[in-house]
Nanobody
Framework: QLQLVESGGGLVQPGGSLTLSCTGIGFTLDYYAIAWFRQAPGKEREGVACISDRDDRTNYADSVKGRFTISRSIANHTVYLQMNSLKPEDTAEYYC??????????????????WGQGTQVMVPS
């Protein structure tokens, strides 16, 4: 069973940037497909981005395209979510999940069995 842990959340002003990190506990993420999801208060969890296991192909939700970038560092055994031009509507608990990234479209919650505990991102209005 994969155990994932997120870090890097915090409070950031609108227009600012933040980078989230996802690492594995007891294993390395280097060759796993990893996704980022988010869940705002009172809303359903939604897929934000994913990166594939073999060729680091990436997919994004339309709401974050051009602002968020998912990437992998083999050296650091970490998958990142770089978030730029943050908006109040990006406020949510952010989760990384494994181990799938579809050929197209943002990640869907039913495709994932492994989840981290989440990290909070707050962008005040």
């Amino acid at each position: 069973q994969l155990q994932l842990v997120e870090s890097g959340g915090g409070l950031v002003q609108p227009g600012g940037s933040l980078t989230l990190s996802c690492t594995g506990i007891g294993f390395t993420l280097d060759y796993y497909a990893i996704a980022w999801f988010r869940q705002a208060p009172g809303k359903e969890r939604e897929g934000v981005a994913c990166i594939s296991d073999r060729d680091d192909r990436t997919n994004y939700a339309d709401s974050v395209k051009g602002r968020f970038t998912i990437s992998r560092s083999i050296a650091n055994h970490t998958v990142y979510l770089q978030m730029n031009s943050l908006k109040p509507e990006d406020t949510a608990e952010y989760y990384c999940a494994g181990d799938y990234c579809s050929d197209s479209g943002p990640p869907a919650i039913n495709e994932y069995d492994y989840w981290g505990q989440g990290t909070q991102v707050m962008v005040p209005s």
